[in-house]
């Protein structure tokens, strides 16, 4: 096999990628999801014998499906997506054997039975046999595979990151994927499988997690709100706080808010101006030209169902028919073949028919009903005869302008009473003294009589003397006089502005607007503290700190020397500087640990697989037809960068 190309595939349950082993970057990259568009349904009728009536089957045309970069809009099919994947671990082959097939043909195989070149395919860590025996049988059987190679991502990863660098066999790896995030111990160049530890948080969790947060931030907004416009904030935009408390201490405050909150803009169109610029009988012959084409489409439909309703009524006298004729055993069939019952049954659906086509037939023949749209314009008010209409608008104008000055002439009067120095406060003031000082009377005992006042009408004159500026006893008529001149002149006159329309436009854009503030580090923040989104498990910093005590004091030094981060998560703003203050935490007073972060998170695990595809021994790590045919199908040969064999236990 030295001959032969090498075939590096890196399934991802996020992203795909696929390569020769002998380029420097994978042909293809694609999300690993596919899905299957709707088609239209063709009808045929088919035509039944013995007079039983007309019956119809749908045929389906078969759909393509679409994988990955084939999806041309995704957010459209966002709910009918699929994946062979559940968390990191395939379950569903008849979706992996989809995806292989485009693999397939966009590397240049369509049309050939075999796959006459090696491969090397990325799994996941910990990978039961069972999934490896479905994957073996499928590219063995299935593609006719000469050989696979089976490996973990992050130690391809840790492989190629050694390549520029010194020979390290000791580390602590961190791998940040797309549904679950794991610390693996590696140890003279060995995986210390069985202290490995996962955490069942990833990227999928963040993105959602946003999701989410701005859904119920904007539950006005939720068609615009996507989960494609979610990932691109996520991966441009967040980032981890190197102490979290104290950033949400500073995005309480209204300065550091104002300064660093982003402002997305969503699609919004603003009202425009073509049909304010339509006269009155324009805007009338519109809205009729609307009104004839809903009621022609309800016609249609209503003269569609009638001759449904037509059609099946034919059936069911047919069937009626057979039954007086005696011709009881087609009766019966028939019967059958309509799913009818009984013979009441029959019946009663004729006589339904029979309603319905009559009640359809009055409606056809009776005077059509003024729409709700006609009603309305027919409500409008008219000019007064002998009055043109534009001598009408202008008086409606003036008094529209009256009533305006009128109200700006009450604000101010309200404006001035509320100072103290004004004549209307003064004049308030001294009629309320006034009162206060008048005498009371007293009783032979002292007691303070009453003075009688509010037994005269005229007594509560007074209140209206101290609210005389304050009259608002007309404000109510005004306002409705005010909105039904508006209301004539906006429909009538083209050009007329009642001088809230810019302001209007401003406010409702700023409405169509998604503010993007502290969501930045509460998102990626769940890597560190699940329970925020209702997961019981520990976070990052408390499961590196349970990994490292897994081991000897002199093996947790090694290990923490080279702590590697990986994947695409790692690539957050701040998280090296967080891990940092974590470490430091949590290690012993003055001991030493370094953090290294891969070159390339999202490729280094395929350029790894590479490395090893390019090696003299990368024959001694395939699993070979003959290995599948002769120890099972859950066989294959462990290397430094793979799995360990476990064989399944006889019962």
Not at 83 to 92: A, D, L, M, Q
Not at 154 to 180: E, N, P
Not at 252 to 269: G, R, W
Not at 618 to 626: A, I, P, V
Request: aromatic share 8%.
């Amino acid at each position: 096999m030295g001959d032969q190309r090498v075939l590096v595939i890196d399934n991802g349950s996020y992203e795909c990628r696929v390569g020769w082993s002998d380029c420097k970057e994978p042909a293809l990259r694609f999300r690993n999801v596919l899905t299957k568009p709707r088609k239209d349904r063709k009808k045929e009728a088919i035509g039944s014998s013995e007079g039983a009536g007309t019956t119809s089957a749908a045929v389906e045309a078969p759909a393509e499906i679409q994988v990955g970069n084939d999806i041309t809009n995704i957010e459209a099919v966002r709910a009918h997506l699929k994946s062979p994947f559940e968390r990191n671990v395939i379950t569903n082959w008849n979706h992996q054997e989809q995806i292989f097939d485009y693999i397939f043909t966009k590397m240049g195989f369509e049309g050939q039975e075999n796959i006459n070149h090696p491969i090397v395919l990325t799994e996941a860590l910990a990978n039961p046999n069972f999934c490896r025996q479905q994957m073996s049988e499928l590219l063995f059987e299935c593609y006719g595979i000469p050989a696979v190679s089976y490996g973990i991502d992050a130690l391809y990863s840790w492989d190629y990151y050694q390549q520029s660098r010194r020979k390290i066999s000791d580390a602590l790896i961190i791998s940040f994927g797309y549904s679950t995030t794991h610390v693996i111990p590696v140890l003279e160049g060995k995986i210390q499988l069985e202290h490995v530890r996962r955490l069942n948080v990833g990227g999928y969790h963040i993105i959602t997690y946003l999701f989410r947060l701005m859904q119920m931030k904007y539950p006005v907004h939720l068609t615009a709100i996507t989960i494609s416009r979610m990932e691109k904030l996520v991966h441009e935009h967040c980032h981890i706080a190197v102490d979290y408390r104290d950033e949400l201490v500073k995005w309480a405050q209204l300065d550091y808010y104002e300064e660093h909150i982003m402002k997305i803009q969503l699609p919004y169109n603003a009202v425009t101006a073509t049909n304010a610029l339509l006269t009155a009988e324009q805007k009338q012959e519109k809205r009729r030209e609307l009104a004839l084409r809903l009621l022609e489409i309800k016609n249609r439909r209503e003269r569609e169902k009638l001759r449904e309703d037509e059609q099946q009524l034919f059936v069911y006298n047919k069937l009626r028919q057979l039954y007086e004729q005696q011709k009881l055993q087609k009766f019966e069939k028939a019967l059958e073949q309509q799913q009818i019952g009984t013979l009441e049954e029959l019946d009663s659906l004729i006589a339904t028919i029979n309603s319905r086509i009559k009640r359809a037939e009055e409606r056809a023949t009776s005077a059509p009903r003024p729409s709700k749209q006609q009603e309305k314009l027919d409500k409008m008010p008219k000019p007064p005869e002998g009055i043109s209409q534009g001598d009408w608008l202008a008086d409606i104008h003036g008094k529209r302008e009256k009533l305006l000055r009128r109200k700006q002439a009450r604000q101010q009067q309200r404006s001035e009473q509320a100072k103290r120095h004004t004549h209307a406060a003064q004049e308030r003031m001294r009629i309320i003294s006034s009162l206060a000082k008048s005498d009371k009377r007293r009783k032979a005992n002292g007691e303070e009589e009453d003075d009688g006042f509010g037994m005269n009408d005229n007594d509560w004159d007074v209140y209206k003397r101290i609210n005389r500026y304050n009259d608002d006893s007309d404000s109510d008529a005004d306002n409705e006089q005010l909105l039904e001149f508006e209301k004539i002149l906006n429909h009538y006159d083209a050009n007329f502005d009642d001088g809230n329309s810019n302001v209007q436009a401003q406010s409702a854009a700023e409405n169509y607007q998604l503010h993007f503030g502290v969501e930045d580090i509460r998102v990626p923040e769940i890597l560190f503290q699940p329970s925020m989104i209702g997961c019981s498990e520990a976070g990052l910093a408390e499961l590196i700190a349970f990994v490292l005590k897994l081991f000897p004091a002199e093996e947790q030094q090694r290990m923490v020397d080279h702590v590697y981060l990986t994947g695409g998560c790692s690539q957050f703003r701040g998280l090296k500087e967080r891990l940092a203050k974590e470490l430091l935490e949590m290690r012993p007073f003055q001991s030493n640990f370094a953090i290294y972060e891969s070159d390339g998170p999202t490729l280094s695990a395929w350029l790894g697989a590479c490395v090893q595809a390019e090696d003299p021994s990368f024959g001694q790590t395939l699993t070979t037809r003959k290995d599948y045919q002769e120890k099972g199908s859950e066989f294959f040969r462990e290397h430094k960068a793979s799995n360990i064999f476990y064989p399944t236990p006889n019962d």
